[in-house]
């Protein structure tokens, strides 16, 4: 009888062990944890693109496709991006959300954690540089053509 209620005890406690919300197991520096990304990644240039105005395929043209469309509220697009990075345990959870209100096929509301910046006039211009490489002869010579011109039995010698 000892033996068995020794045996449900530990049982128990490991059971209870393994419910647990941070096991030991977790902060424990060698166990690797993943990192969870889960929704839709919303930048800051992404939500500055945004203006009250536009009609629902401009927004989901800049913004994507909304990962909860209520079909109670058909005019609501609720956007929601969570980051989770769980190799060192060090970092913060990283959590954005923004919600978007349509009144007639047009973007009347924006709300969230991420708001559009309010003088879009104030950002700064984004540069494109472009780089012109000019092009160059190579020739096209094989590794043993090379490797046989390096012992010296070749025209040229390449180096």
Same mark, same amino acid.
Not at 80 to 87: A, E, F, Q, T, W
């Given at each position: /009888?000892? &033996?068995?209620?020794?045996?449900?005890?530990?049982?128990?406690?490991?059971?209870?062990?393994?419910?647990?919300? %941070?096991?030991?197991?977790?902060?424990?520096?060698?166990?690797?944890?993943?990192?969870? =990304? =889960?929704?839709?990644?919303?930048?800051? $240039? /992404?939500?500055?693109?945004?203006?009250?105005?536009?009609? &629902?395929?401009?927004?989901?043209?800049?913004? *994507?496709?909304? /990962?909860?469309? %209520?079909?109670?509220?058909?005019?609501?697009?609720?956007?929601?991006?969570?980051?989770?990075? *769980?190799? %060192?345990? &060090?970092?913060?959870? $990283?959590?954005?959300?923004?919600?978007?209100?349509? $009144?007639?096929? &047009?973007?009347?509301? +924006?709300?969230?954690? /991420?708001?559009?910046?309010?003088?879009?006039?104030?950002?700064?211009?984004?540069?494109? #540089?472009?780089?012109?490489?000019?092009?160059?002869?190579?020739?096209? #010579?094989? +590794?043993?053509?090379?490797?046989?011109?390096?012992? *010296?039995?070749?025209?040229?010698? %390449?180096?």
């Amino acid at each position: /009888m000892r &033996k068995l209620l020794i045996l449900i005890t530990i049982n128990a406690s490991l059971f209870l062990a393994g419910c647990a919300e %941070d096991p030991i197991i977790n902060r424990l520096p060698f166990v690797y944890r993943i990192d969870v =990304q =889960q929704g839709n990644v919303i930048t800051r $240039e /992404m939500v500055n693109q945004l203006r009250i105005g536009m009609n &629902k395929r401009q927004a989901q043209f800049v913004l *994507g496709a909304p /990962m909860l469309n %209520d079909p109670f509220h058909a005019n609501r697009w609720d956007y929601y991006y969570s980051y989770d990075p *769980g190799s %060192d345990g &060090k970092n913060p959870a $990283e959590q954005q959300r923004v919600t978007l209100i349509f $009144e007639a096929d &047009k973007l009347t509301d +924006i709300s969230g954690t /991420m708001l559009p910046n309010p003088r879009p006039d104030a950002l700064p211009a984004s540069h494109q #540089v472009t780089v012109v490489v000019p092009p160059q002869e190579l020739e096209s #010579v094989g +590794i043993l053509t090379r490797l046989w011109r390096w012992f *010296g039995f070749g025209a040229s010698h %390449d180096s």
